[in-house]
């Protein structure tokens, strides 16, 4: 049975974590939570997609990271607050929420 409906009914909500986040913090934690130490290698992101343009070119097309790299510097900050109105949405801070998530992911390994 869906609950709230008639405020959510044909309507579409972003539903993004309690509080913005950089990727590098993210992978930290992660990092953190699996034990294991996280080192960055910062690029200026034109020397980036210049390689990545490069192994595409080497590879004849069959590397393609070209998007990927562009993916990394765009903005992924999207409000919750229709959400919260509409139906109470009340997201988990990123921190507490990885930890079940990595906990899952070293419980399924050891199977």
């Not at 490069?54 to 900050?77: N, T």
Request: glycine share 8%; aromatic share 10%; net charge negative.
């Amino acid at each position: 049975m869906l609950t709230h409906e008639a405020e959510t009914a044909n309507r579409d909500f972003d539903l993004s974590g309690g509080e913005p986040i950089e990727l590098r913090e993210m992978l930290r934690i992660i990092g953190k939570e699996l034990g294991k130490e996280v080192r960055f290698v910062s690029c200026p992101f034109p020397i980036a997609y210049a390689g990545a343009c490069a192994l595409w070119g080497i590879s004849f097309g069959k590397s393609d990271y070209r998007e990927k790299v562009q993916r990394l510097c765009e903005p992924r900050a999207y409000s919750h607050a229709d959400a919260m109105r509409a139906f109470g949405y009340d997201p988990a801070v990123y921190a507490e929420g990885v930890k079940d998530e990595v906990q899952e992911y070293l419980n399924m390994k050891k199977r």
